[in-house]
T-cell receptor, first 112, second 117 residues
Framework: GNSVTQMEGPVTLSEEAFLTINCTYT??????LFWYVQYPGEGLQLLLK?????DKGSNKGFEATYRKETTSFHLEKGSVQVSDSAVYFC???????????FGTGTSLTVIP | DGGITQSPKYLFRKEGQNVTLSCEQN?????MYWYRQDPGQGLRLIYY???????QKGDIAEGYSVSREKKESFPLTVTSAQKNPTAFYLC????????????????FGDGTRLSIL
């Protein structure tokens, strides 16, 4: 079946530190992969996406590369800011069934 | 602007009552979804609908009901049979990927927080 596994948090970093949030997946076929961000009390917002192997999604300084050989889609940012504090969700889309599968989320806190 | 509107933002329920959470979208999306989010946890799928007048149970459908009479609307009823309804409920929509070219992400509303009095 399909599933997504994220590194557990919470993660606390100092401003300007390097961020990596690991995400691996299990899927049949060729899923699309996504990172979503959730700020306190709000819904999820799409951060970036990738549709096929070796695609790199990027947005607001965040990047993630679709690695089929390692079934991974790790989120990275070179220099985090306090405003990046949020919960980050990795997700995959099963094109065959039009369903989405989410990881459990990783809480990030950036301190000044 | 197109988007998904969930209402109300906060909702309170007495024991034994049914309550209905509203979700409306003007994105012309075919598929709509309801998720439940508990503190410190991920999203769990309650119900989803890929087309009007049709819907399927997700992983935790017990104690919930839905309807899809219109493409734009997918209300969720939390019935008295749901023993632990306190949670944050998220509605989402997407274009049916089987009809689309390329990947199509889900779009989310801002959520409804349900609490029991």
């Amino acid at each position: 079946g399909n599933s997504v596994t994220q590194m557990e948090g919470p993660v606390t970093l100092s401003e300007e530190a390097f961020l990596t949030i690991n995400c691996t997946y299990t899927a049949t076929g060729y899923p699309s992969l996504f990172w979503y961000v959730q700020y306190p009390g709000e819904g999820l917002q799409l951060l970036l996406k990738a549709t096929k192997a070796d695609d790199k999604g990027s947005n607001k300084g965040f990047e993630a590369t679709y690695r089929k050989e390692t079934t991974s889609f790790h989120l990275e940012k070179g220099s985090v800011q306090v405003s990046d504090s949020a919960v980050y969700f990795c997700a995959l889309s099963d094109r065959a069934g039009n369903q989405f599968y989410f990881g459990t989320g990783t809480s990030l806190t950036v301190i000044p | 602007d197109g988007g998904i509107t969930q209402s109300p933002k906060y909702l309170f329920r007495k024991e034994g009552q049914n309550v209905t959470l509203s979700c409306e979208q003007n994105l012309n999306h075919d598929a709509m979804y309801w998720y439940r989010q508990d503190p410190g946890q991920g999203l769990r799928l309650i119900y989803y609908s890929q087309i009007v007048n049709d819907f399927q149970k997700g992983d935790i459908a017990e104690g919930y009901s839905v309807s899809r009479e219109k493409k734009e609307s997918f209300p969720l009823t939390v019935t008295s049979a749901q023993k632990n309804p306190t949670a944050f409920y998220l509605c989402a929509s997407s274009i049916d990927e089987r009809d689309a070219l390329g990947n199509q992400p889900q779009h989310f509303g801002d959520g409804t927080r349900l609490s029991i009095l």
